[in-house]
């Protein structure tokens, strides 16, 4: 593989990218994307054995094997830039890395941009990551912040909007936010008018959980995808969700037959994963 920054300045030639927004009436249409997606791959997909590797090299793979919607992991550098990691503990065993401080949980955005993840991989900043919604104008970003209070939301969501307002603001229609909970749609509602939203279960404990908050909720706000996974699976929960239009998406199965019951059962749109291709399910959907 490239260096980096030679892959980039070598896309950059071919794709004749510049500032201009790359403007496609398709993925203007709130929530285009959903109709002919029934894989999400998880954290750029997984790449040989390896999943949660939020790297360049398995979104290359991953797209030339026919994946358009990415999940990624984001989490802050100590100096706050937003960069693809799930977390630091399992960023430093992928990589070899030690905390340069011992106080400090994340890396400095220099020592996580010179890592290599399993000694081959490379690893990604948001901006990068904007960079490549513009060579590839057809894949989306779907946001795994972790973060689920303030100011971590408005910072990592400020961030996003500001770094892709600076690289092509077009790409902003196709990042799709996922939230965890109410007060989160709320604050990011409040820097940019997302042309699609995710409902996902899993942030919340089972204090806080309520179905019957989450269906008020999509309904009055007119969110279109919830994302759920088998243990918030209830079946009148689900066939509720989807009376009221909204796709039901699940996480996250690495196997044909998982994702064809739950098709069976529970008429899902479609799952995340790390290792299916479209290839694989699409037939299932039929």
């Known amino acids: 593989m490239k260096s980096l920054e030679l892959l980039f300045s070598l896309l950059l030639l071919l794709s004749g990218a510049s500032s201009t927004p790359y403007y496609n009436e398709a993925y203007q249409e709130p929530y285009a994307w959903v109709e002919e997606t029934h894989l999400i791959a998880h954290a750029f997909g997984g790449i040989e054995d390896y ?153 919340q404990t089972i204090e806080e959980f309520s179905y019957d908050n989450v269906l008020e909720f999509v309904e009055d706000n007119e969110i279109k995808v919830v994302t759920t996974f088998p243990a918030r699976s209830d079946l009148t929960f689900i066939q509720q969700v989807q009376e009221l239009g909204c796709a039901v998406y699940m996480h996250t199965f690495n196997d044909t037959i998982q994702v064809e019951k739950y098709i069976d059962s529970h008429q899902i749109q479609g799952v995340y994963t790390d290792f299916l291709l479209p290839e694989d399910v699409d037939h299932l959907f039929d």
């Open 51 to 203: 999943s949660y590797t939020n790297s360049l090299e398995a979104f290359l793979q991953n797209y030339e094997k026919g994946q358009r919607v990415f999940e990624v992991d984001f989490s802050f550098s100590s100096e706050g830039t937003l960069v693809a990691a799930h977390d630091w503990s399992s960023f430093y065993t992928m990589t070899g890395l030690t905390p340069s401080a011992p106080e400090l949980d994340a890396p400095s955005l220099a020592e996580f941009s010179q890592a290599t993840i399993y000694g081959e991989y490379t690893p990604l900043t948001w901006e990068q990551i904007a960079w490549l919604m513009v060579f590839f104008p057809d894949m989306y970003v779907v946001t795994d912040t972790k973060y689920t209070t303030e100011p971590m939301i408005t910072d990592a969501f400020t961030q996003i909007v500001d770094v892709a307002i600076d690289v092509n603001p077009a790409i902003l229609d196709r990042v799709i936010p996922q939230i965890y909970n109410n007060d989160m749609y709320i604050s990011i509602s409040e820097i940019h008018p997302w042309q699609s939203v995710i409902y996902t279960l899993y942030g």
